[in-house]
Nanobody, 126 residues
Framework: QVQLVESGGGLVQAGGSLRLTCAPS????????VAWFRRNPGKEREFVAS????????YYADSVKGRFTISRDNAKNTVYLQMNSLKPEDTAVYYC???????????????????WGQGTQVTVSS
């Protein structure tokens, strides 16, 4: 059974940067798409960014465009989320998600991803 493991969260001041990492543990992993979601306290989990595994097509939520960059290293089976110019409203638990069935179409809906990590906390202080 594959598990997704996120790392790289922490506390940073507004305007700072963090890089999150998502890596699978367990057997070889060949997803169609890997995405990042986040959940702020009291809010629904929301889509942040996604990347297709073979073509590297990327998609971003409007709230993070121009500040966040999603990328992947196929050799390491790892996906990154580089977060720059962080704002206090970026504070959330960030989750890595992957889709291994159904194809590489874009979706920001949670139910289109069948593997999830446990999340990593990102806190941006003002």
């Amino acid at each position: 059974q594959v598990q997704l493991v996120e790392s790289g969260g922490g506390l940073v001041q507004a305007g700072g940067s963090l890089r999150l990492t998502c890596a699978p543990s367990g057997r070889t992993f060949n997803p169609y798409v890997v995405a990042w979601f986040r959940r702020n306290p009291g809010k629904e989990r929301e889509f942040v960014a996604s990347i297709t595994w073979t073509s590297s097509n990327t998609y971003y939520a409007d709230s993070v465009k121009g500040r966040f960059t999603i990328s992947r290293d196929n050799a390491k089976n790892t996906v990154y989320l580089q977060m720059n110019s962080l704002k206090p409203e970026d504070t959330a638990v960030y989750y890595c998600a992957a889709r291994t069935v159904g194809g590489s179409y874009y979706s920001k809906e949670e139910n289109r991803y069948n593997y999830w990590g446990q999340g990593t906390q990102v806190t941006v202080s003002s």
